[in-house]
């Protein structure tokens, strides 16, 4: 054993990590609690009441106290003004915020968020059995999480443009749209919240609670009649195959299924929105008619008349004459990022010419829903288009990146 003279000095030690004060993941600007200043009293206790806070009493008309849900929450209140017409107000407000901060409480992170980042709150429950000591499964979770994506990203087609099938169409904006959509914790793989910014995505929560309202009743009406007509009209507000598919999603599997959307106290209740509408419920019952919803909408989607133009990314055919396949990534005509064709050896030697060179091509066909919009059929009229400077340099760019390629599809032209 090695013992350290008396006279040396200790070595410095390391301070322990400090925690941050909020328990979310966010980005780090909004770590912390929001200005008091920054802060409507009034918001403040809408969102308390929301998230289960219980109040308590306090001076009528000037402040209120409120506890925290579930048992256990007695240790601990918040003393909230009633408005800001007291000189303490603004100190009650940070004491608030802080607690709320140092809170154990998910609840209290739910808060945070929403006073933070002013959103409406999307939610998702799903009946399933519990595992052992309330945990659970793996599966549960993940499947909890994936339908509640596969909702918000039909809700975000939705606000782009209405249609019984998207396919690939809209499908990157939309998801784009996403990335600013914060989520709670999905305990025991039951319940699950998302925050959708109002600045950024408050026409998503609408069409979602629109729609969701709208396969509601298409569904009833299914199964009192017998007819699917309902899913017809209900395209208009915002129902489709990827909706449907969503729904099936978060029922299968379950005892039951509810989806609520609760609106922004900040912001208000959107035009032509309910106040406080109850939870949309769909049942194992509802997977039947569900599916067959999806599959006719899938089925029935027409093709487009388009006329794209695009740059070609691919060639390919079996002889240096003939048919060939092109691959063209849209620059405009089409809702989509990429789709193929079949041109004839005329059009196909133009297309490989105008690569070449740098130039994207124009074609017209029909944009074909089997394969998810992204094959045009019937394409004719290929011409090269001309860009600006700017644009070809790109173009030439892509095509040095797979000269290797382009030599050995056109090669025998």
Sequence with gaps: MMHRPIEEPLRPVRPHPVEPAVGWAGPPAQLGPPEPSQVDPAVLGALLARHGWRRRGGAAGRYARWTPPGPGGGGTSLLVPENRAFPDCEDLLGEALTALARSASPSARDVLVGLTVPS??????????????????????????????????????????????????????????????????????????????????????????????????????????????????????????????????????TEGARVAV????????????????????????????????????????????VRITGAVVRMRRPGPQGDGTV?????????????RMTLDEESYRIAGHAHLVGLPIRVHGRLESRGGFRRLTGASGVVPVQVDEGDKDRLMKSLQENLDFFEEACGGD
């Design 327 to 339: 691959r063209v990534r849209v620059l405009a005509g089409a809702d989509v990022p990429h789709v």
């Design 262 to 305: 609760e609106w922004a106290p900040a912001a208000g209740v959107p035009e032509g929105c309910a106040v406080d509408a109850e939870p949309v419920e769909f049942s194992p019952g509802d997977l039947t008619v569900l599916r067959e919803a999806s599959a006719r909408y899938l089925r029935d989607e027409p093709a487009m008349p």
């Design 120 to 253: 409406d709150e999307i939610r998702w429950w799903r009946d399933v059995p519990a595992g052992p000591a309330g945990a659970a499964t793996w599966t549960a979770e993940e499947q909890l999480r994936s339908a509640a994506r596969q909702m918000l990203l039909a809700g975000a087609l939705a606000a782009r443009g209405r249609a019984g099938y998207y396919g690939a169409r809209h499908r990157r904006p939309a998801a784009a749209s996403l990335e600013n959509v914060l989520v709670g914790p999905a305990p025991g793989g039951r319940r699950l919240t998302a925050f959708v910014p109002v600045l950024t995505g408050r026409l998503l929560a609408v069409r979602l609670h629109q729609a969701l309202y709208a396969i509601r009743e298409a569904v009833d009406y299914q199964r009192a009649t017998g007819g699917m007509d309902a899913f017809d009209g209900a395209v208009e507000a915002g129902v489709s195959h990827e909706l449907t598919e969503a729904v099936v999603a978060l029922v299968r599997g």
